[in-house]
């Protein structure tokens, strides 16, 4: 590299901030490492979008707590709070379909 540093940073190093914290680095230091990580967690999954059981298409995003909309077809879902499917849902799913059968258990 040069003798400058400037000139060997890539235009993507430049612009990224902070490695470790992701979407939480806006807390700074603040409420502990444990409940920042639990925080992002729940944030990058509350503002990713998913893929829509209707259409097909990638375009679920979150409205509400609870409240996902897809913006291809217009539907609008009940989910979870941070993401559109819960365990529990694929739980009850997967009881009503066993039971649905007549299987067993």
Request: proline letters at 2%.
């Amino acid at each position: 590299c040069q003798p400058s540093w400037s000139a060997c940073l890539s235009p993507a190093m430049v612009n990224k901030r902070t490695k470790k914290a992701g979407i939480t680095g806006k807390y700074g230091v603040r409420y502990g490492a444990s409940l920042r990580k639990t925080v992002k967690k729940m944030e990058i999954s509350q503002h990713a979008t998913y893929t829509c059981v209707f259409c097909g298409k990638d375009s679920i995003k979150r409205v509400a707590t609870g409240i996902w909309h897809c913006k291809a077809c217009k539907k609008t879902v009940a989910g979870g709070a941070y993401t559109l499917n819960t365990a529990q849902a694929a739980q009850v799913r997967s009881t009503i379909r066993r039971l649905r059968e007549g299987t067993e258990v």
